[in-house]
T-cell receptor
Framework: TQLLEQSPQFLSIQEGENLTVYCNSSSVFSSLQWYRQEPGEGPVLLVTVVTGGEVKKLKRLTFQFGDARKDSSLHITAAQPGDTGLYLCAEKYNFNKFYFGSGTKLNVKP | ETGVTQSPTHLIKTRGQQVTLRCSSQSGHNTVSWYQQALGQGPQFIFQYYREEENGRGNFPPRFSGLQFPNYSSELNVNALELDDSALYLC????????????FGPGTRLTVT
């Protein structure tokens, strides 16, 4: 396993602003997942990235996997209050086991 | 297709007691993983069950134990509860060898006083 560092820890922005959150490691990821978790609920998978340099888009969310597969970013365009939540990155290791970062808590104010 | 369900939703126990949490996996999934999520932290892997046997374990003491049943549902048992065991306990189901997706239940909020 390896240490996943997420930054920033907290982010509070106004509706309509853009933002980027990051997930970094000192070692190479085999694959990386991004989840969003709302209060009182379990994490919900947003995307899985596998190939270095990969970019995936999900409506206003853009996910990027670093060329060296040691970092990833999530960019949200024109954030909305519904984007509020805890954003978690997770690395898969040993078949179906996952190691999670501590997350970025995003608050989008109307 | 039913999603992952967990029971109970909330639970309050006293230090030293024992607790059992339950999870029903998503239809078609054969693997259940359990996670502990402390307040303000990401989920930490406790263990995984596949074909009714433990298939990997995180850094948790033996007083955390589990079971998986033939219908792939699962239980998490914690003995000799400590205050630090207060957390959200999540289970996630997946299909071993079926790719990267795992689906989480809503969790059980355990408070130890």
């Amino acid at each position: 396993t390896q240490l996943l560092e997420q930054s920033p820890q907290f982010l509070s922005i106004q509706e309509g602003e853009n933002l980027t959150v990051y997930c970094n490691s000192s070692s190479v990821f085999s694959s990386l997942q991004w989840y969003r978790q709302e209060p009182g609920e379990g994490p919900v998978l947003l995307v899985t990235v596998v190939t270095g340099g990969e970019v995936k888009k999900l409506k206003r969310l853009t996910f990027q996997f670093g060329d060296a597969r040691k970092d990833s970013s999530l960019h949200i365009t024109a954030a909305q209050p519904g984007d509020t939540g805890l954003y978690l990155c997770a690395e898969k290791y040993n078949f179906n086991k996952f190691y999670f970062g501590s997350g970025t808590k995003l608050n989008v104010k109307p | 297709e039913t999603g992952v369900t967990q029971s109970p939703t909330h639970l309050i126990k006293t230090r030293g007691q024992q607790v059992t949490l339950r999870c029903s996996s998503q239809s078609g999934h054969n693997t259940v993983s359990w996670y502990q999520q402390a307040l303000g932290q990401g989920p930490q892997f406790i263990f995984q069950y596949y074909r009714e046997e433990e298939n990997g374990r995180g850094n948790f003491p033996p007083r955390f134990s589990g079971l998986q049943f033939p219908n792939y549902s699962s239980e998490l048992n914690v003995n000799a509860l400590e205050l630090d065991d207060s957390a959200l306990y999540l289970c996630a189901s997946s299909l071993l060898g079926g790719g990267y997706e795992q689906y989480f239940g809503p969790g059980t909020r355990l408070t130890v006083t």
